[in-house]
Protein backbone atom coordinates (compact mmCIF):
# COMPACT_ATOMS: atom_id res chain seq x y z
CA UNK A 1 0.00 0.00 0.00
CA UNK A 2 1.02 3.37 -0.66
CA UNK A 3 1.82 5.34 2.63
CA UNK A 4 0.95 9.57 2.55
CA UNK A 5 2.69 11.44 5.17
CA UNK A 6 1.65 14.70 5.24
CA UNK A 7 3.75 17.65 8.18
CA UNK A 8 3.44 19.51 9.66
CA UNK A 9 0.47 17.72 11.77
CA UNK A 10 -0.80 21.06 13.17
CA UNK A 11 -0.17 24.14 12.21
CA UNK A 12 -0.95 27.84 13.82
CA UNK A 13 -1.17 31.51 11.47
CA UNK A 14 -2.88 34.61 11.29
CA UNK A 15 -5.59 36.06 9.20
CA UNK A 16 -3.67 37.30 5.77
CA UNK A 17 -0.86 34.74 5.79
CA UNK A 18 0.32 32.50 3.63
CA UNK A 19 0.87 28.47 4.71
CA UNK A 20 2.30 25.80 2.96
CA UNK A 21 0.85 21.85 3.68
CA UNK A 22 3.48 19.01 2.68
CA UNK A 23 2.61 15.64 1.60
CA UNK A 24 4.53 12.58 1.08
CA UNK A 25 3.83 9.56 -1.10
CA UNK A 26 6.02 6.38 -0.37
CA UNK A 27 6.26 5.83 -3.83
CA UNK A 28 5.70 7.47 -6.94
CA UNK A 29 2.22 8.36 -7.96
CA UNK A 30 2.30 10.85 -10.77
CA UNK A 31 -0.34 13.46 -10.41
CA UNK A 32 -2.63 11.40 -8.52
CA UNK A 33 -3.11 12.82 -5.54
CA UNK A 34 -6.24 15.26 -4.65
CA UNK A 35 -6.19 17.73 -1.09
CA UNK A 36 -9.60 17.92 0.60
CA UNK A 37 -10.56 20.52 3.68
CA UNK A 38 -12.82 19.47 6.04
CA UNK A 39 -14.69 21.87 8.90
CA UNK A 40 -15.30 20.64 12.26
CA UNK A 41 -18.55 18.34 12.13
CA UNK A 42 -18.80 18.41 8.44
CA UNK A 43 -18.11 16.63 5.65
CA UNK A 44 -14.63 16.91 3.75
CA UNK A 45 -14.96 19.24 0.70
CA UNK A 46 -12.48 18.37 -2.73
CA UNK A 47 -10.39 21.21 -3.28
CA UNK A 48 -7.65 20.20 -5.69
CA UNK A 49 -7.21 17.01 -8.31
CA UNK A 50 -4.71 15.84 -10.19
CA UNK A 51 -2.19 17.70 -7.57
CA UNK A 52 -2.68 21.08 -9.03
CA UNK A 53 -6.33 21.59 -10.99
CA UNK A 54 -8.82 23.27 -8.31
CA UNK A 55 -12.08 22.32 -8.59
CA UNK A 56 -15.25 24.22 -9.41
CA UNK A 57 -16.00 26.53 -7.25
CA UNK A 58 -12.76 26.26 -5.26
CA UNK A 59 -11.11 30.25 -4.86
CA UNK A 60 -7.79 30.49 -6.54
CA UNK A 61 -6.00 31.25 -2.94
CA UNK A 62 -5.69 27.52 -2.72
CA UNK A 63 -3.13 26.17 -5.16
CA UNK A 64 -1.33 22.93 -5.41
CA UNK A 65 1.76 21.57 -7.26
CA UNK A 66 4.22 18.59 -7.50
CA UNK A 67 4.27 15.16 -8.89
CA UNK A 68 5.89 11.94 -8.22
CA UNK A 69 6.42 11.59 -4.15
CA UNK A 70 6.45 15.16 -3.14
CA UNK A 71 3.45 17.55 -3.23
CA UNK A 72 2.23 21.08 -1.13
CA UNK A 73 -0.89 22.97 -0.59
CA UNK A 74 -0.71 26.49 -0.61
CA UNK A 75 -3.22 28.50 0.74
CA UNK A 76 -2.83 32.68 0.17
CA UNK A 77 -4.48 35.26 2.36
CA UNK A 78 -5.92 32.94 4.73
CA UNK A 79 -9.59 34.18 6.22
CA UNK A 80 -11.33 32.82 9.31
CA UNK A 81 -13.10 30.50 6.89
CA UNK A 82 -9.91 28.66 5.85
CA UNK A 83 -8.97 27.38 9.26
CA UNK A 84 -10.16 23.59 9.63
CA UNK A 85 -8.19 20.52 8.79
CA UNK A 86 -6.43 19.42 5.14
CA UNK A 87 -6.02 15.87 3.95
CA UNK A 88 -4.39 14.56 0.90
CA UNK A 89 -5.46 11.63 -0.93
CA UNK A 90 -3.24 9.74 -3.26
CA UNK A 91 -5.45 7.61 -6.00
CA UNK A 92 -2.53 5.92 -8.37
CA UNK A 93 -3.81 2.32 -7.22
CA UNK A 94 -5.90 0.72 -4.77
CA UNK A 95 -6.29 0.81 -1.91
CA UNK A 96 -6.96 4.33 -2.14
CA UNK A 97 -5.22 5.92 0.83
CA UNK A 98 -5.36 9.43 2.97
CA UNK A 99 -2.73 11.23 5.16
CA UNK A 100 -3.47 11.72 8.31
CA UNK A 101 -4.56 15.29 7.77
CA UNK A 102 -3.27 18.88 8.53
CA UNK A 103 -4.91 21.11 11.51
CA UNK A 104 -5.01 25.17 10.09
CA UNK A 105 -5.53 26.88 13.63
CA UNK A 106 -5.82 30.49 13.69
CA UNK A 107 -3.15 32.15 16.06
CA UNK B 1 -28.38 20.35 -7.60
CA UNK B 2 -25.83 17.39 -6.48
CA UNK B 3 -27.10 15.53 -3.57
CA UNK B 4 -26.21 12.50 -1.82
CA UNK B 5 -27.90 11.61 0.98
CA UNK B 6 -26.94 8.66 3.35
CA UNK B 7 -28.86 6.72 5.67
CA UNK B 8 -28.84 3.28 7.81
CA UNK B 9 -26.34 4.55 10.75
CA UNK B 10 -27.08 2.52 13.75
CA UNK B 11 -25.83 1.23 17.25
CA UNK B 12 -25.14 -2.31 16.28
CA UNK B 13 -23.38 -4.58 18.81
CA UNK B 14 -20.40 -6.59 17.41
CA UNK B 15 -20.29 -9.44 15.13
CA UNK B 16 -24.20 -7.90 13.83
CA UNK B 17 -24.49 -6.01 10.59
CA UNK B 18 -25.87 -3.26 8.75
CA UNK B 19 -26.65 -2.02 5.36
CA UNK B 20 -26.05 2.06 4.69
CA UNK B 21 -27.79 3.33 1.95
CA UNK B 22 -26.73 6.44 -0.49
CA UNK B 23 -29.47 8.05 -2.33
CA UNK B 24 -27.81 10.05 -5.16
CA UNK B 25 -29.85 12.80 -7.03
CA UNK B 26 -28.91 15.85 -9.40
CA UNK B 27 -26.50 14.30 -11.52
CA UNK B 28 -26.48 10.92 -13.71
CA UNK B 29 -25.75 8.43 -11.03
CA UNK B 30 -25.01 5.61 -13.69
CA UNK B 31 -22.27 7.48 -14.95
CA UNK B 32 -20.28 7.75 -12.02
CA UNK B 33 -17.96 5.45 -10.06
CA UNK B 34 -19.00 5.66 -6.33
CA UNK B 35 -16.79 5.27 -2.80
CA UNK B 36 -17.78 4.29 0.52
CA UNK B 37 -15.10 6.59 3.10
CA UNK B 38 -15.29 6.39 6.71
CA UNK B 39 -13.90 8.91 9.80
CA UNK B 40 -13.53 7.44 13.73
CA UNK B 41 -14.38 9.61 16.26
CA UNK B 42 -11.90 12.29 16.23
CA UNK B 43 -9.51 10.40 13.57
CA UNK B 44 -8.75 10.91 10.20
CA UNK B 45 -10.37 9.62 6.97
CA UNK B 46 -10.30 6.45 5.75
CA UNK B 47 -10.93 5.28 2.44
CA UNK B 48 -13.58 2.00 2.17
CA UNK B 49 -14.95 0.64 -0.89
CA UNK B 50 -15.10 1.81 -4.18
CA UNK B 51 -17.27 0.63 -7.16
CA UNK B 52 -17.24 1.60 -10.64
CA UNK B 53 -20.51 2.57 -13.05
CA UNK B 54 -21.44 -0.25 -14.34
CA UNK B 55 -20.85 -2.29 -11.06
CA UNK B 56 -17.84 -3.98 -13.20
CA UNK B 57 -14.85 -3.05 -10.48
CA UNK B 58 -14.76 -3.45 -7.25
CA UNK B 59 -12.69 -2.44 -4.37
CA UNK B 60 -12.14 -2.69 -1.00
CA UNK B 61 -9.84 -1.91 2.10
CA UNK B 62 -8.50 -4.95 3.55
CA UNK B 63 -9.78 -3.96 6.65
CA UNK B 64 -13.36 -4.64 5.71
CA UNK B 65 -12.44 -6.88 2.10
CA UNK B 66 -14.28 -9.82 3.39
CA UNK B 67 -16.92 -8.24 5.73
CA UNK B 68 -18.45 -5.57 3.90
CA UNK B 69 -19.71 -5.45 0.20
CA UNK B 70 -20.27 -2.62 -2.06
CA UNK B 71 -23.23 -2.16 -4.41
CA UNK B 72 -25.44 0.12 -6.51
CA UNK B 73 -29.10 0.03 -7.91
CA UNK B 74 -29.09 2.48 -11.12
CA UNK B 75 -32.86 1.77 -10.84
CA UNK B 76 -33.00 3.67 -7.27
CA UNK B 77 -29.54 5.89 -7.56
CA UNK B 78 -28.43 4.79 -5.28
CA UNK B 79 -25.33 2.78 -3.23
CA UNK B 80 -25.00 0.51 -0.85
CA UNK B 81 -22.84 -0.69 1.88
CA UNK B 82 -23.42 -4.50 3.39
CA UNK B 83 -21.68 -4.70 6.70
CA UNK B 84 -21.21 -7.94 8.28
CA UNK B 85 -18.91 -8.80 11.15
CA UNK B 86 -19.23 -5.62 12.34
CA UNK B 87 -16.33 -4.39 15.26
CA UNK B 88 -15.85 -2.09 17.15
CA UNK B 89 -12.93 -0.47 15.10
CA UNK B 90 -15.73 -0.32 12.20
CA UNK B 91 -17.19 2.86 14.67
CA UNK B 92 -17.15 5.69 12.26
CA UNK B 93 -19.24 8.21 10.35
CA UNK B 94 -19.43 6.53 7.15
CA UNK B 95 -19.65 8.94 3.96
CA UNK B 96 -20.47 7.95 0.10
CA UNK B 97 -18.70 10.70 -2.13
CA UNK B 98 -18.91 10.92 -6.04
CA UNK B 99 -15.86 10.28 -8.27
CA UNK B 100 -16.23 13.35 -10.78
CA UNK B 101 -13.84 11.51 -13.33
CA UNK B 102 -10.54 8.88 -12.86
CA UNK B 103 -8.67 12.14 -12.49
CA UNK B 104 -11.24 13.47 -10.36
CA UNK B 105 -11.60 11.70 -7.25
CA UNK B 106 -14.79 12.21 -4.57
CA UNK B 107 -15.72 15.64 -6.10
CA UNK B 108 -18.84 15.94 -4.42
CA UNK B 109 -19.65 14.19 -0.37
CA UNK B 110 -22.90 13.27 1.51
CA UNK B 111 -23.46 14.28 5.06
CA UNK B 112 -22.06 11.16 6.42
CA UNK B 113 -24.18 8.74 8.57
CA UNK B 114 -22.76 7.08 12.36
CA UNK B 115 -22.24 3.47 12.72
CA UNK B 116 -21.36 2.73 16.29
CA UNK B 117 -20.43 -0.68 17.21
CA UNK B 118 -20.71 -1.82 20.92
CA UNK B 119 -22.32 -4.02 23.07
Known amino acids: DIQMTQSPSSLSASVGDRVTITCRAS??????LAWFQQMPGKAPKSLIY???SLQSGVPSKFSGSGSGTDFTLTISGLQAEDFAIYYCQQYHSYPYTFGQGTKLEIK | EVQLVESGGALVKPGGSLTLSCAASGFNFNSFSMNWVRQAPGKGLEWVSSISSSSEYIYYSDSVRGRFTISRDSAKNSLFLQMNSLRAEDTAVYYC????????????WGQGTLVTVSS
Open chain 1, 50 to 52: GAS
Open chain 2, 97 to 108: ARDNSPFSPSDF
Open chain 1, 27 to 32: QGISTY
